[in-house]
């Protein structure tokens, strides 16, 4: 009989975390990092087996539920939804790639961790068996609680041109402690070097494979969640925390103005200002969390069914991801501004949340203006060029 969780046991796990999640987050931001203990909390709930392969131990699930459970976590504690967001979602990757890789990463622990940053700011040369790279890349969230990293770069006169993603294990890369910033605080997105270090070419992943579903994984994780487009299950990642987050925020702002009065006089919760603030957020929540599914189930249908997946249906979905964050990040800070005076101080949740809600937005991947253009383009028959679609 298997011990696999089904998906609602996995998120009843997350929501009875929430309150030890909530205590901890101060730690995390003082840390800079999320603490081991809750990586490890995670590790035994197995949230980071949820997408991973099934020959190393994983669930192979919908990645609607792995995101389920990011949105649970984010709602306590944005900075630890977002590592186990942005850090989980490599177990997925890998499984995309070559089974020597994923060998190479999981023969002797099937819970070794990969933390990322895709920006193509490397140097390649290529060599026999491989490549050698030397490079800095900045923003790798969760990297000290990870035992490999994903670094971006160009291979040197290949067409077309894409970025491709370096995996590299601890004993080449350094961690440069330089994440002083003033949201994500928690995330421990510090800065990884590399310098004259050889990878040999199974441990490489195109993302032009990842949008073309052509990964070398693919040979023995027949699961038909690894024939989804890398993007689009990599897109999530850096959105769907945000999605939790507003929950978060929703919460906070219900506590704490539901018996207080603005300037002595009108209780707070009467304000229609205020309840259309919480309206408001409640509805994009909702809005994108079943969004989230849709894709996700819609997607899955056109893989079972063997039909190719529209582009245009791929592009708006892409952009869903981006455009989550953007109409989060105004609802709550809507939310703040209905707050009064008094939510400017630290450790008023709703102003910690808005100062995280930057920090998503921020990301590369939750730029929506260009996403939106693309589904645009698409509508009207123009090629999708987006490689994360």
Same mark, same amino acid.
């Given at each position: 009989?298997?011990?696999?969780?089904?998906?609602?046991?996995?998120?009843?796990?997350?929501?009875?975390?929430?309150? %030890? +999640? =909530?205590?901890?987050a101060s730690a995390n931001r003082e840390a800079r990092q999320v603490?081991?203990?809750?990586?490890?909390?995670?590790?035994?709930?197995?949230?980071?087996?949820?997408?991973?392969?099934?020959?190393?131990?994983?669930?192979?699930?919908?990645? $609607? #539920?792995?995101?389920?459970?990011?949105?649970?976590? @984010?709602? *306590?504690?944005p900075a630890s939804g977002w590592v186990l967001s942005v850090v989980?979602?490599?177990?997925?990757?890998?499984?995309?790639?070559?089974?020597?890789?994923?060998?190479?990463?999981?023969?002797?622990?099937?819970?070794?961790?990969? !933390?990322?940053?895709? *920006?193509? $700011?490397? &140097?390649?040369?290529?060599?026999?068996?491989?490549? &050698?790279?030397?490079?800095?890349? /900045?923003? !790798?969230?969760?990297?000290?609680?990870?035992?490999?990293?994903?670094?971006?770069?160009?291979?040197?006169?290949?067409?077309?041109?894409?970025?491709?993603?370096?995996?590299?294990?601890?004993?080449?890369?350094?961690?440069?402690?330089?994440?002083?910033?003033?949201? +994500?605080?928690?995330?421990?997105?510090?800065?990884?070097?590399?310098?004259?270090?050889?990878?040999?070419? #199974?441990?490489?992943?195109?993302?032009?494979?990842?949008?073309?579903?052509?990964?070398? /994984?693919? @040979?023995?994780?027949?699961?038909?969640?690894? &024939?989804?487009?890398?993007?689009?299950?990599?897109?999530?990642?850096?959105?769907?925390?945000?999605?939790? @987050?507003?929950?978060?925020?929703?919460?906070?702002?219900?506590?704490?103005?539901?018996?207080?009065?603005?300037?002595?006089?009108?209780?707070?919760?009467?304000?229609? *200002? *205020?309840?259309? @603030?919480? !309206?408001?957020?409640?509805?994009?929540?909702?809005?994108?969390?079943?969004?989230? #599914?849709?894709?996700?189930?819609?997607? +899955?249908?056109?893989?079972? =069914?063997?039909?190719? %997946?529209?582009?245009?249906?791929?592009?708006?979905?892409?952009?869903?991801?981006? =455009?989550?964050?953007?109409?989060?990040?105004?609802?709550?800070?809507? +939310?703040?501004?209905n707050s009064g005076g008094s939510a400017l101080y630290q450790g008023?949740?709703?102003?910690?949340?808005?100062?995280?809600?930057?920090?998503?937005?921020?990301?590369?991947?939750?730029?929506?203006?260009?996403?939106?253009?693309?589904?645009?383009?698409?509508?009207?028959?123009?090629?999708?060029?987006?490689?994360?679609?």
């Amino acid at each position: 009989m298997s011990d696999q969780p089904s998906p609602a046991e996995l998120l009843q796990r997350a929501i009875d975390m929430q309150p %030890m +999640l =909530r205590e901890r987050a101060s730690a995390n931001r003082e840390a800079r990092q999320v603490l081991p203990e809750t990586i490890e909390a995670f590790h035994d709930a197995g949230f980071f087996k949820i997408i991973q392969p099934a020959a190393f131990g994983g669930y192979e699930m919908n990645p $609607k #539920h792995f995101y389920d459970v990011v949105f649970e976590v @984010a709602r *306590a504690c944005p900075a630890s939804g977002w590592v186990l967001s942005v850090v989980g979602v490599h177990s997925y990757e890998l499984g995309l790639m070559d089974p020597q890789a994923q060998q190479d990463v999981w023969g002797e622990d099937n819970r070794a961790l990969i !933390s990322s940053s895709y *920006a193509p $700011k490397s &140097k390649v040369e290529v060599v026999d068996g491989g490549y &050698k790279v030397s490079g800095k890349w /900045g923003f !790798s969230s969760g990297s000290d609680n990870c035992q490999w990293f994903f670094g971006g770069g160009i291979i040197p006169d290949q067409e077309p041109i894409t970025i491709t993603a370096f995996m590299f294990p601890r004993s080449d890369y350094e961690i440069i402690d330089d994440w002083h910033v003033t949201g +994500l605080q928690g995330s421990g997105s510090k800065s990884i070097l590399v310098e004259d270090a050889f990878v040999p070419s #199974h441990r490489t992943h195109s993302m032009l494979d990842g949008f073309l579903c052509q990964g070398k /994984g693919l @040979a023995t994780n027949t699961n038909d969640i690894f &024939k989804l487009p890398f993007g689009q299950v990599f897109g999530r990642a850096v959105s769907m925390p945000s999605v939790g @987050a507003t929950q978060g925020a929703l919460d906070a702002y219900r506590e704490y103005n539901t018996n207080r009065y603005s300037a002595g006089i009108q209780k707070v919760s009467d304000n229609p *200002a *205020a309840q259309v @603030a919480g !309206s408001e957020a409640a509805s994009v929540i909702r809005t994108y969390r079943l969004k989230m #599914h849709y894709a996700y189930d819609t997607l +899955l249908g056109y893989i079972a =069914r063997g039909e190719e %997946m529209p582009a245009e249906l791929r592009t708006e979905f892409r952009s869903d991801q981006a =455009r989550a964050v953007s109409d989060c990040m105004t609802v709550v800070q809507n +939310l703040l501004n209905n707050s009064g005076g008094s939510a400017l101080y630290q450790g008023n949740t709703v102003n910690a949340i808005f100062q995280d809600m930057q920090a998503f937005r921020q990301h590369a991947a939750n730029q929506s203006d260009a996403t939106v253009k693309n589904h645009g383009s698409t509508l009207f028959g123009v090629e999708n060029m987006d490689t994360m679609s």
